[in-house]
């Protein structure tokens, strides 16, 4: 069986833009964005349809500042994504103090003034599609697997879908903005054969957390917060901060998730 | 994969023409020698398969002795010369030393005690009944002191709670719920004749359920008593309420709701208050309904109203289990509770009793259920305005001071009740009469207390006397030496006939002491876990499942290749072990019974030797720990739904968390098939994942609810939650599964362009057609409920039963035969030159064509193994589809949809050959998942015993617990059946020219094996690790139960799935044995026939 999907090139591993204050903030960011969940957690769980609603434009906001402040858009990258990608791999464990090839290229071209304007608009428009896709694919699809995994289909339809979209927006939101619609991308994200960066590990973070999530559930403690999204939600956050911050650590930087040859326990269970 | 050549163009051309002349010659030789050798293979298949047969009897199934119940004697006869006669059970032992140990049985007896009849009419026959005339009157045995009654009954009422504080150290001081209820203990001291309070053990379980039963009943509560009751429905049993009521008595109930359903249509329909006891967190209202309706009934000009008043509060209890016993709600409640009393007492006349009591206690965290002291030990006080009670000595003059002290059992309200109203004690009753309530103001009645006392003796004689005829076994000399002289001393006492002889008073003493003989006796045969023999179970099966792991998951080589090695040493060992367990108990080093030691140690003989053999060369064993993601997966599915057993939530709600895992299973397929490489793997392997989990989640919208799900859950299995019969909406499932199954197994055969040969017939038109008759059969059902047609019931009935056996001989009868000779799906077409050859359809084998450019195709080819053998899948599930309610129908079908899926989904990312344990575990999975959309539950009272009643009018042996068996575990039946074809599926044909080709031309080495044995190997993988995934359930379920057997839950949620989990793996072991790994045989057979060996 196949091994990871590596025999064309892919897109490589996204790095953390070098401007220090995107360094330091991708760092704030996940843990800003537990403490702000957990802050509202009580809200939540006293009413959670009126509560994810209202945080939901804020979650969108938070991410795409982050994407934009953070993350090289879709696009910057294509110019290197070409056929050096394997050196990259070795090349990248971890270094973002040293500029890479790919990125030092797309920091001249904004630096060059001329193109403020089109820098801008060059990340405008990830982001618009971003937000597009996040709204209208991801968070349709999250939510069919909600049901698929068993959440309500006649009741709790407003909670379903909330929740798909808070997952939608932890996950895919910074996946579409860093890779556009590249459709080799895309067959890796369905595939689990993502390298692992902060993109991919917040977004598998998101899904595995979703899924242990939901184990607190069944139990008969009959606690309020047990309530459906509420745990799976927990999850998908803490999952999502986990995710992108373990994934950006040398040891696991840029490798893959394999299914057959190696054994990694949980890292493929399943996506939400 | 290879698999994936559905159309080979297999035969091709015929060599070099210059040779053939040549090896004309030796072309007869060489086919004969052909022909030998394939006969060889053919017969070393055949052996081979007894062989694993015979290993999986012994792991999985009954040897000799057990064998009877389950398998028919051609099948025991096979076993015998397979295993030499000395194959043991693992699974079966082990269940059955655990069931042993944990299983209670008490036999109910029917029988009713009544007015006319006393108790000594079949004992002694010395005394003749009193005039019959003023009997109702004054009572029935015996002169009834009271005409009324009020019981109350407040729940978990623990006896500490009712006497004043005494510390037992200095620094104790009193707890929130010490000294609230005083009224009990001031009233037993201040007016000794008018009341008394007495600590009143309550038996395990202390739930108040059991506890009911007890306090009316008399006996003792035991798991099969239990178990035949898990609805609460009504008792069977003689019992107080119902003696009341047959005395004429109107009988009002207030409170509890669970007298209702245990003693329904006894109570006046008009006075009678129940509530609802689910709330725990609920501690005011049912109490407030028992007050509001208590009183009223009270007043003077509603006397005549009623008899006898239960009044159930359940504050107390609920307060407990809330907020523990030392809190402040607790103290106020039970402040309430002595109010409720003083007000019960003003209001009270002279002819009525007050008995206040509770059921049971509570532990220090206010729950309840198991056996600790403090759970058992509750309190009873009676009291009266007329001031009959007594103490016969000094000492007892004052009410103990803890429950340590002169302990009544509870089943002693029984015949006291019963004597002080005027009844007939219940037949089952245990209890003695209570002294107190007996010995008179002065407390020297003896004669009355003797009377009272030889008239329950008598009666609980008569009980043992009846309960041993129906058991067998005889009384034991201790009882009978003390009733005679008990007897001998009434004799001499009633000469005298004065209060204080003292001949009297000695008879009342042994008449008591045979009571209480008997009730020990009793219990140590109805009450006591045994667990050293739980643990022996437990050991067993966890010995088992070692042997499984290791001979599943840890062997590198050929497991047919062991079987008759394996065999004479399991043979050995268990000769060996019982051998030793005879002489051992024969010389009496043990306490076990011969037959149970025997069985022991040659259970454990025969795991020995196993285990020699199978570790006797290291070189074929690897460590059984999983590879890859799909072990690790499989291993995750097992282990934590195992563990998840623990808990009662996860028990409750086993079938989300299977939908859950399947589809987890499903997203992880899709994730694998994503990476495939090529373009078909890649997108049939996406499109099966995907229709794997819409199916599961479309499976699992029919539902049938437990109890503890709700309100969580809506039952969909039928019309309503609260009927049992199918919407007429419903009635259309069976057609549209008569329609479109037989054409989705049809679109898989023809994926492999598999849909030939026999499969038209057998899918299109006989599959259909009995399908179709189902639904007919389905239909008249729905007439009969809802009367449609004006046709009379027994003539629906008689088509009915025509057409469900009809149904059922397409299935067992027709398609049995068919299976056995049919030939596999292909269609074969020889394209060749004008000439003709004598034999076109030749063996197909490589360098053998006789004529030159002849070219054979084979359509089917890919899968023949797979489909031939899914034949027999087909067979039962028509069957089971028959005996499933409509929507189960629904839920069978898409089961036998999904496990194709799963069958192309293991093919696509090449599962099947790699003998990966994800495909047998997945289909445990599959069946445990549909057995809960099949409409039944962990839980007895969701077996639908009506289904025995589809093919047949009247009970009969042994057909109706088949079709029970096939309703109930159909979905896990049909599931066990598909474990083969996770390596069958679409495997490659293998002969073993094919085989040493590929060898030679890969020179690897030869592989001598007969390929046809590589395959029952590889089923026999399949098979084992599918028992491994149910044994390793059975285990944990198992385990829980008896670690929990103190649990509150225990006969709710654990009990039962321990019991579903063993008889799902009982029967699973033999569907595997019996159908599966025999039906391998046939297929397998069929293939050799056509391709050789």
């Known amino acids: 069986m196949s091994q990871p999907p590596a025999e064309k090139p892919s897109a490589p591993p996204v790095n953390i833009l070098p401007s220090q204050l995107a360094r330091i903030y991708s760092f704030v960011h996940p843990a800003l964005l537990l403490a702000l969940a957990a802050s509202r957690f009580e809200a939540v769980v006293t009413n959670p349809v009126q509560e994810l609603l209202n945080d939901l434009p804020w979650l969108a906001l938070l991410q795409l500042f982050y994407v934009i402040l953070c993350v090289p858009p879709a696009g910057s990258l294509e110019t290197t994504s070409s056929g050096d990608n394997e050196e990259k791999k070795k090349a990248s464990p971890r270094s973002p103090s040293a500029p890479r090839p790919g990125k030092s290229g797309h920091r001249r071209k904004q630096a060059s003034g001329k193109n403020v304007w089109a820098g801008l608009w060059a990340r405008l428009m990830p982001a618009l599609l971003s937000v597009t896709l996040t709204t209208f694919i991801a968070t349709p699809v999250l939510a069919a697997l909600l049901v698929l995994f068993g959440a309500p289909l006649t009741t709790h339809n407003a909670e379903t879908v909330l929740c798909a979209a808070h997952m939608a927006f932890l996950s895919a939101s910074s996946l579409v903005y860093a890779h556009g619609t590249d459709g080799l991308v895309w067959k890796e994200v369905w595939g689990i054969a993502r390298p692992a960066d902060a993109v991919w590990g917040g977004a598998l973070g998101t899904g595995l957390g979703a899924w242990f999530g939901a184990i607190p559930i069944p139990l008969d403690w009959d606690r309020p917060w047990q309530a459906f999204p509420i745990t799976i939600l927990a999850g998908a956050y803490i999952g999502y901060a986990a995710g992108s911050l373990i994934s950006r650590t040398p040891f696991l930087y840029g490798k893959r998730v394999q299914f057959v040859p190696e054994v990694i326990e949980e890292d493929d269970k399943k996506t939400n | 994969m290879a698999s994936k050549s559905q159309k080979g163009p297999m035969g091709s051309t015929a060599p070099n023409s210059d040779q053939i002349n040549v090896r004309a010659a030796e072309q007869s030789k060489q086919s004969a020698i052909q022909e030998q050798k394939a006969r060889e293979l053919e017969n070393e298949f055949k052996t081979k398969h007894f062989g694993v047969m015979g290993v999986l009897t012994w792991i999985l199934d009954p040897g000799i002795r057990k064998s009877t119940r389950h398998m028919g004697d051609v099948q025991r006869e096979k076993l015998k010369t397979d295993c030499g006669g000395s194959c043991r059970l693992l699974h079966i032992a082990g269940i059955y030393f655990f069931t042993k140990g944990f299983l209670l049985t008490r036999m109910v007896l029917d029988n009713k005690s009544s007015c006319q009849e006393l108790p000594f009419d079949i004992t002694s026959g010395s005394q003749h009944a009193p005039a019959p005339s003023n009997q109702q009157a004054n009572g029935c045995w015996h002169q009834k002191s009271f005409d009324k009654a009020v019981v109350i009954i407040i729940d978990a009422l623990r006896y500490d709670f009712t006497v004043p504080f005494v510390p037992k150290e200095e620094s104790e001081t009193a707890h929130l719920f010490h000294d609230n209820i005083p009224v009990l203990y001031e009233t037993s001291i201040n007016s000794p004749a008018n009341a008394f309070l007495l600590p009143f053990i309550a038996d395990a379980p202390t739930a108040t359920l059991q506890r009911l039963k007890g306090l009316t009943t008399g006996t003792l509560p035991t798991f099969v008593d239990a178990g035949s009751n898990f609805a609460g429905t009504a008792i069977d049993e003689d019992n107080l ?68 008043i239960f009044g159930h509060y359940l504050g107390v209890d609920h307060a407990g289990h809330r907020y523990g016993p030392n809190h402040a709600a607790m103290a106020s409640k039970l402040q309430e509770m002595d109010r409720v009393i003083r007000d019960i007492i003003a209001a009270l006349d002279d002819d009525t009793l007050l008995v206040v009591m509770g059921d049971h206690g509570m532990d220090i965290k206010g729950d309840h259920g198991g056996e600790s002291d403090d759970e058992v030990e509750a309190a009873l006080w009676m009291y009266s305005k007329r001031g009959t009670f007594g103490r016969t000595s000094s000492e007892s003059l004052l009410p103990p001071k803890n429950a340590k002290e002169r302990p009544i059992p509870q089943i002693d309200l029984v015949p006291t009740l019963s004597l002080m109203l005027g009844i007939p004690i219940p037949f089952n009753n245990l209890g003695s009469p209570i002294e107190e309530a007996f010995a008179g103001p002065k407390g020297n009645d003896w004669a009355n207390l003797a009377t009272v006392s030889r008239l329950t003796a008598a009666q609980i004689k008569r009980y043992q006397a009846a309960y041993e005829i129906s058991r067998g076994g005889a009384d034991d000399e201790e009882s009978l030496s003390l009733w005679s002289a008990a007897e001998a001393e009434w004799k001499s006492g009633s000469k005298s006939f004065t209060s204080k002889s003292t001949a009297v008073r000695s008879s009342y003493e042994l008449y008591r002491k045979y009571q209480r003989h008997t009730l020990d006796v009793c219990r140590g045969l109805w009450t006591t876990f ?33 079987s008759s090695q394996l065999l004479s040493f399991v043979g050995v060992g268990s000769g060996a072990g019982a051998a030793l367990g005879s002489v051992l108990s024969l010389f009496g080093f043990t306490e076990m019974s011969t037959i149970d030691l025997s069985v022991f140690l040659a259970a454990v003989g025969s795991m020995a030797g196993s285990a020699v053999v199978m570790v006797k060369k290291p070189a074929n064993l690897t460590i059984p720990l999983p590879n890859g993601m799909w072990g690790w997966l499989a291993v995750f599915f097992t282990v934590s739904q195992s563990v998840g057993f623990a808990s009662n939530s996860y028990t409750i709600w086993e079938d989300e968390i299977l939908l859950f895992f399947l589809t987890t299973f499903g997203v992880c397929a899709g994730i694998s098939s994503m990476r495939q490489k090529t373009t078909t793997d890649r997108v049939l392997g996406v499109y099966h994942s995907v229709l794997f989990v819409i199916l599961g989640r479309l499976a699992s919208f029919s539902r049938l609810c437990r109890e503890e799900q709700m309100p969580f859950c ?63 059969f389905w239909m008249l059902e729905g007439a009969d409920d809802g009367e449609w047609l004006p046709v009379s019931k027994e003539t629906l009935k008689t088509v009915r039963v025509f057409l469900a056996q009809l149904v059922l001989a397409i299935a067992f009868a027709a398609g049995t035969g068919a299976y056995i000779y049919s030939k596999p799906c292909i269609s074969i077409s020889v394209n060749k030159p004008p000439e003709d050859p004598n034999a076109p359809p030749a063996p197909i084998i490589a360098g053998q064509e006789q004529k030159p450019r002849t070219t054979v195709t084979i359509l089917g080819f890919g899968n023949m193994y797979g489909t031939r053998f899914f034949f027999l899948v087909i067979n039962f599930a028509l069957a089971i589809i028959l005996m499933q309610k409509p929507m189960g129908q629904g839920a069978i079908a898409l089961l036998v949809w999904q496990i194709l899926s799963l069958l192309e989904i293991l093919d696509t990312n090449a599962l099947t050959l790699s003998n990966s344990p994800i495909g047998p575990i997945v289909l445990g999975l599959l069946g445990s998942f549909y057995f809960f959309k099949t409409g039944h539950q962990a839980t007895p009272s969701s077996i639908q015993w009506e289904t ?35 390596v069958l599926w679409k495997r490659p044909l293998q002969t073993s020219d094919r085989v040493a080709a590929d060898a030679s031309a890969s020179s690897k080495g030869a592989k001598s094996a007969n390929p046809a044995t590589r395959l029952l190997s590889d089923v026999t993988q399949a098979v084992a690790t599918h028992t491994l995934y149910l044994a390793t359930i059975n285990l944990a379920t198992t385990m829980w139960a008896g670690h929990l057997r103190r649990h509150l839950m225990l006969y709710r949620i654990f009990s039962p799935r321990f019991m579903m989990g063993a008889g799902v793996l009982a029967i699973v072991d033999v569907v595997l044995m019996v159908f599966a790994v025999g039906g391998v045989r046939w297929s397998t057979l069929s293939v050799g026939e056509i391709f050789g060996w």
């Open chain 2, 948 to 982: 025995a009643f589809i093919p047949l009018s009247t009970i009969k042996y042994p057909w109706t617990p088949i079709f029970v068996v096939l309703n109930t575990f159909g979905a896990q039946i049909l599931a066990a059946l598909a474990v083969p074809l996770t």
């Open chain 2, 530 to 562: 045994d667990v050293p023999s739980m643990i022996q179970g437990v050991a067993l099966l966890f010995g088992g499942i070692a042997l499984l792991v290791l001979y599943a998951r840890g062997m590198r080589n050929d497991r047919t290749e062991l």
């Open chain 2, 241 to 308: 309420v119902a003696q009341l009521h047959s005395a004429g008595k109107t009988l009002v109930q207030l409170g509890d709701d669970t007298w209702q359903a245990l003693y329904p249509g006894y109570f006046d329909a008009n006075l009678t208050r129940p509530f609802d006891s689910f709330n725990v967190w609920d501690l005011h209202t049912v109490d407030n309904g028992v007050n509001e309706h208590l009183f009223p009934l009270l007043r003077p000009e509603n006397k005549s109203k009623w008899d006898v």
């Open chain 2, 714 to 776: 809506r039952s969909t299995y039928y019309a309503s939650s609260t009927s049992s019969i199918s919407a007429p909406w419903q009635l259309g499932i069976p057609f549209a599964v008569a329609f479109f199954l037989p054409a989705v197994i049809r679109s898989f055969y023809s994926g492999s362009k598999s849909y030939e040969g026999a499969a038209t017939l057998w899918i299109s038109y006989a599959f259909r057609f009995g399908l179709l008759i189902t639904s007919i």
